[in-house]
């Protein structure tokens, strides 16, 4: 591996390691200090104290859990039925395939996260409906993804040769062209994992996501936004908190990208 | 043949836009429970509920409310908010003027910042210049516009004290929701440009352009640009939805008076009928940008197969 990337591949860790030790840590992410509302970041505490005097450090921390945990269930949901359906598309072939590119087709008309906000809107804010609209958007990538791969697949001589034995489609599917196509979609879910930790934060901080006073780096701006002259830590510390995970897995999906040379990938 | 294509593609696209309106219909019914008793609060009277259910339709089997609603939408008829009992359409045309000057504004900045960025790394490729530019395309793509928006107010708002903090006053309140919004488009967009122009700058007709004692800048500007720019507009094209989508969150932090500060409130204030027409309202302008792209390129490029 290029030594270069070895350090979004470090700042990764650091954060996972942080999200998953982070209750067995001696945080208290919730407490309310009187006495250090805006205290700004010091040498004892390197990122200060919020308008409830709560320490900034603890609720990033409590930031990356709510984030890297979202991001790790949407994107296995969206991977799972995303491919799966993409692939049962391709290799149905007729109706099933019709049917899926136009569901498909209709969900990519909507732009961007437009439709989660109007889902998270609509089912109402909190931590599992922010899933479950973050889920319904982003499993069309995987999708449209596995189904083209599925078809370049499908006439290759190996496939057909695994049909001449005999074999069943689940398993030529399964073993014979799955693992061909998970390069592709392996990152496809690098870039959809970033896409997912911004889209989290993104409804978080439209009052969407998780609750108060559950933590979430979008949440976060949003309190900080209304104190931005006092206290621009407020704001500073999980905007930063959310560049550095979002550049460092961009980075690496960067790289991944270009190490299995998948042209059609590259913009 | 480009009559054939437009027909079809007209076609598919009425279809896309039935869909949508189909999606944005259903989205009432995924409220947790009775819609009518989120939006009226437990403690309305239950003649109150049934006026609003029978207003809204909701008390008719579901097919036709999806048939009224239909027919509604064709007739540029959204109904009524629940808030303030204006109709949905009025509201509308009230906050577009505000979304598309913003719109605008973030395409032309995005533009402006791109080009010359992405020509400069295409052209220097892997000198110093090309680092410098993809490694802030690649920032560019990795802050998103809510931590963009406070930072550009804290600096340009609150410390030099250059641009209003928010809202929609004169020229100087536009340039950071812009700015905001145009930035993200651009690091995609410098991207594309350099990406495009790396593949036109090979071909023979760059290298005939040369050969002909062309000076540089009008090889890299007329032969090589030109050509270069028709995926960069499909491209355009594609992210302007996310341009949009990402409108919605940059006009919350700006209070920009546009549509999709009137989603986020309406979502507030549960007044769903006015959400709901603030997603078709998006979504359709998206779906005819795309189109219209895909029909200029066609028409534009000659080399492109209509019957792809």
Not at chain 1, 231 to 244: D, E, K, N, R, T
């Amino acid at each position: 591996m290029n030594k270069i990337y070895s350090i979004p591949l470090f700042v990764l860790v650091v954060w996972t390691v942080l999200a998953l030790t982070g209750p067995i840590l001696p945080l208290h992410p919730d407490q309310i200090a009187l006495d250090k509302i805006f205290v700004t970041p010091n040498w004892s505490q390197w990122f200060g104290y919020d308008d409830l005097g709560r320490s900034i450090s603890a609720r990033l921390i409590m930031g990356a859990r709510t984030s890297l945990s979202i991001a790790i269930i949407v994107v296995s949901i969206s991977f799972v039925v995303g491919t799966l359906l993409g692939m049962m598309g391709a290799w149905l072939g007729g109706f099933w395939d019709k049917s899926l590119v136009m569901v498909v087709d209709l969900f990519i008309a909507f732009p961007g996260i437009l439709l989660a906000i109007a889902l998270a809107g609509l089912l109402g804010p909190g931590l599992m409906n922010a899933v479950i609209a973050l889920s319904i958007v982003s499993w069309v990538g995987f999708a449209r993804l596995a189904r083209v791969q599925t078809l370049t697949m499908k006439n290759r001589d190996h496939v057909d040769a695994a049909h001449a034995l005999g074999t069943s489609d689940f398993t030529i599917t399964l073993r014979h062209i799955l693992p061909l196509i998970m390069a592709p979609l392996i990152i496809e879910a690098t870039f959809a994992f970033a896409g997912v930790v911004i889209a989290e934060a993104g409804l978080s901080f439209l009052g969407l996501g998780v609750q108060p006073p559950a933590a979430s780096w979008g949440s976060m701006i949003r309190d900080g936004t209304r104190y931005m002259l006092v206290a621009p830590h407020m704001v500073l510390a999980p905007g930063f908190a959310i560049l550095s995970l979002v550049l460092c897995i961009n980075l690496l999906g960067d790289y991944l990208r270009d190490k299995m040379d998948i042209r059609e990938f590259k913009a | 043949m480009f009559l054939n294509y437009l027909i079809k593609r007209l076609f598919s696209s009425l279809f896309v836009l039935l869909g949508i309106t189909t999606l944005v219909f259903l989205l009432i019914h995924l409220v947790p429970g009775d819609p009518i008793e989120v939006m009226l609060g437990e403690t309305a009277r239950p003649a109150d509920r049934e006026a609003l259910r029978h207003a809204l339709g909701l008390d008719l089997p579901i097919l036709q409310q999806w048939w009224q609603y239909l027919v509604g939408v064709a007739h540029f008829d959204l109904g009524e908010s629940l808030h303030s009992k204006q109709a949905v359409i009025q509201l509308l045309l009230d906050r577009i003027p505000a979304t598309a000057i913003l719109s605008i504004a973030s395409l032309f900045i995005a533009i402006v910042i791109a080009l010359p960025l992405g020509i400069l790394a295409a052209v220097y490729k892997d000198s110093i210049w090309d680092r410098i530019a993809m490694v802030t395309a690649m920032l560019g793509v990795s802050i998103p516009n809510f931590v963009m928006g406070p930072l550009l107010i804290l600096i340009f708002a609150l410390w030099l004290g250059w641009f209003p903090v928010s809202g929609k006053e004169g020229f100087a309140s536009l340039i950071l929701p812009a700015l905001t919004l145009g930035t993200a488009l651009a690091a995609i967009l410098s991207r594309m440009v350099r990406a495009s122009m790396l593949e036109v700058i090979q071909e023979d007709y760059i290298r005939a352009a040369r050969a002909r004692g062309l000076t540089e800048i009008r090889v890299l500007g007329l032969h090589a640009l030109r050509n270069a720019a028709l995926p960069v507009i499909t491209i355009l094209g594609m992210q302007f939805g996310a341009l949009l989508a990402g409108a919605v969150i940059t006009e919350t932090i700006f209070s920009w008076p546009g549509i999709g500060q009137l989603m986020i409130e309406s979502i507030q204030k549960r007044d769903y009928p006015v959400v709901q027409a603030c997603v078709l309202l998006i979504s359709f302008t998206y779906v005819l940008v795309n189109l219209l792209t895909d029909v200029t390129y066609m028409a534009l490029d000659p080399r492109v197969k209509l019957d792809a």
